[in-house]
């Protein structure tokens, strides 16, 4: 009789914990495990064509990584820091695979939630310490959850030249132009140095209303960068400058205007 009752028992639990599972069942079901966006770093850092990384010396550079396919924006900084190591970017030969940067060297660090692979794409915008200069580099690339992009990482190259122009109305009537002409890391050009002052053509050209008026193939003014017309013979009062910078080895090109004015 004990083993019948412990039968007839165990008949009778059947139902309920057939009960029981289907609830726990249901409740796992309606509540899944949240998962978790797990931090992927992706380093992005801005190089000028044929010099150094740009960062702080030019204001830095604005960075915007975006979703692709979705337009949400997963982080935005500011590439700040310094240009790096001039003897290993400039001057030695690269290894495949070798890291020129260094912890000292311009960049951001963008820290990305993502849950699946996610095609990025990372916009980035500068000098923003040079506005006439600023342009903006794009790139898209895949990031995969937790596999990090870091050492040199993601490095968007940058052409063009930094002009800061001054102009001079001289006692006698004449004018006199002048320029700073920089890197878009503003690293210096010289005579005989990295970036050769013989390598690069700067051009003032004199506007009346938009028109060329004079024409001033602008000279080394022995100083680093600095570059002069001399003095223009200018009977117009109210005129502007357009000065352009190119090199004549690369595809760096600078251009800025400038109201001369009375």
């Not at 030249?161 to 001289?170: D, H, K, S, V």
């Not at 390598?199 to 008026?213: E, I």
């Amino acid at each position: 009789m004990a083993i019948i009752s412990r039968r007839r028992m165990m008949c009778e639990m059947t139902p309920l914990f057939a009960r029981i599972a289907v609830g726990v069942l249901a409740v796992a079901v309606a509540c899944p495990t949240t998962v978790s966006a797990e931090p992927t770093h992706l380093m992005v850092r801005a190089q000028s064509v044929d010099a150094k990384f740009m960062g702080t010396h030019t204001g830095g550079v604005a960075v915007t990584v975006t979703d692709e396919r979705s337009g949400k924006v997963l982080a935005k900084g500011m590439i700040k820091g310094g240009t790096g190591d001039t003897e290993r970017i400039m001057e030695k030969a690269h290894a495949r695979w070798q890291v020129i940067s260094d912890a000292e060297t311009a960049g951001y660090d963008a820290s990305l939630d993502i849950e699946a692979p996610t095609l990025v794409r990372v916009d980035a915008r500068g000098p923003m310490g040079a506005s006439a200069a600023a342009i903006t580099v794009s790139s898209t690339l895949w990031m995969l959850p937790g596999r990090n992009v870091l050492g040199d990482g993601l490095v968007l190259t940058f052409p063009g030249l930094i002009i800061t122009p001054a102009t001079t109305r001289n006692p006698d009537g004449t004018l006199r132009i002048d320029a700073q002409v920089t890197m878009m890391c503003g690293c210096p050009i010289t005579p005989g140095g990295i970036w050769d002052a013989k390598d690069y053509t700067v051009t003032g050209y004199v506007l009346d209303h938009g028109h060329v008026v004079a024409t001033a193939t602008m000279h080394y003014a022995g100083q680093p960068s600095q570059f002069t017309s001399g003095d223009l013979k200018i009977a117009r009062n109210r005129l502007s400058v357009r000065l352009v910078a190119s090199s004549n080895l690369t595809p760096n090109v600078g251009v800025v205007e400038t109201d001369i004015g009375n």
